[in-house]
């Protein structure tokens, strides 16, 4: 299968779902290859806790947050604490990259399944910090902005680490 972020239908629902796809596959693509070092490393002094795997894990966590807690209101059992409110990327350098990617896809895979019957006007359950609810077309958008930000993070950081360049 080719990656591409054309999709073969033009309604909302199969655009918003075939781009989060899309970028949620140029994550795994930009990943192919690299080595467990170059994943953990962390070459930017001013951001010590970004690094490839740190990315990884942060998207995966990104979208549990959107869809289990806030979509359906599920209490949230997510890695990060008061304390340290980022440490799902903190605690990706001691993860295999294969496994914080394989349990990335394997989610991604569950939520394409949970959503597909979800209308896209519907709202959150669990609102914002400052009230206001979002609903499902917004959460998608959300989500493609924040993959295709990280991958252009992720490129980056492959380039810097090893040279790897591409689309």
Same mark, same amino acid.
Request: contains cysteine; glycine residues 4%; hydrophobic residues 35%.
């Given at each position: 299968?080719?990656?591409?972020?054309?999709?073969?239908?033009?309604? =909302?629902?199969?655009?918003?779902?075939?781009?989060?796809?899309?970028?949620?596959?140029?994550?795994?693509?930009?990943?192919?290859?690299?080595?467990?070092?170059?994943?953990?490393?962390?070459?930017?002094?001013?951001?010590?806790?970004?690094?490839?795997?740190?990315?990884?894990?942060?998207?995966?966590?990104?979208?549990?947050?959107?869809?289990?807690?806030?979509?359906?209101?599920?209490? =949230?059992?997510?890695?990060?604490?008061?304390? =340290?409110?980022?440490?799902?990327?903190?605690?990706?350098?001691?993860?295999?990259?294969?496994?914080?990617?394989?349990?990335?896809?394997?989610?991604?895979?569950?939520?394409?399944?949970?959503?597909?019957?979800? =209308?896209?006007?519907?709202?959150?359950?669990?609102?914002?910090?400052?009230?206001?609810?979002?609903?499902?077309?917004?959460?998608?958008?959300?989500?493609?902005?924040?993959?295709?930000?990280?991958?252009?993070?992720?490129?980056?950081?492959?380039?810097?680490?090893?040279?790897?360049?591409?689309?």
């Amino acid at each position: 299968m080719t990656r591409t972020d054309i999709p073969d239908a033009w309604d =909302d629902r199969a655009v918003l779902e075939h781009l989060l796809d899309y970028t949620r596959a140029t994550v795994h693509a930009k990943c192919e290859g690299l080595s467990e070092e170059n994943a953990r490393s962390a070459p930017l002094a001013t951001s010590p806790l970004m690094s490839i795997s740190g990315l990884v894990s942060h998207l995966r966590w990104v979208e549990y947050h959107w869809i289990q807690v806030r979509l359906f209101g599920e209490e =949230d059992a997510g890695p990060w604490t008061d304390d =340290d409110p980022d440490r799902e990327m903190r605690i990706a350098v001691e993860i295999p990259l294969a496994r914080l990617l394989a349990e990335y896809a394997e989610q991604c895979e569950r939520y394409r399944t949970l959503l597909r019957d979800v =209308d896209l006007d519907t709202w959150t359950k669990r609102p914002l910090r400052d009230g206001r609810h979002v609903n499902l077309r917004w959460i998608y958008h959300h989500l493609i902005e924040e993959t295709a930000r990280h991958n252009g993070h992720i490129d980056i950081l492959r380039e810097m680490a090893d040279g790897v360049t591409g689309d």
